[in-house]
């Protein structure tokens, strides 16, 4: 099963993750982008390719 995180120290609050898909991601109380719904398909994984820092990584559990 895949999941979904965000490398928190990586995250430059750009906000594309959170405007792409507001159910998986959102912003936590430091304005980075914080998993809130465990989801990983097609679409999850294109966001996690447009991060442009690399902060969103998708591992096989
Ligand atoms: S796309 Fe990447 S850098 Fe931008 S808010 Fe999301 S995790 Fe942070």
């Known amino acids: 099963m ?25 912003y936590d109380d430091d304005g980075k982008s914080v998993v809130i719904k465990q989801m990983v398909n097609e679409e999850i994984e294109n966001i996690a390719g447009m991060c442009p820092t ?6 096989e559990k």
């Not at 895949?2 to 991601?25: A, P, T, Y």
């Not at 690399?54 to 591992?59: M, Q, S």
């Open 2 to 26: 895949k999941e979904v995180e965000v490398i928190k120290d990586l995250c430059i609050s750009c906000g594309i993750c959170m405007q792409m898909n507001n159910e998986v991601f959102d």
């Open 54 to 59: 690399g902060a969103i990584v998708i591992t």
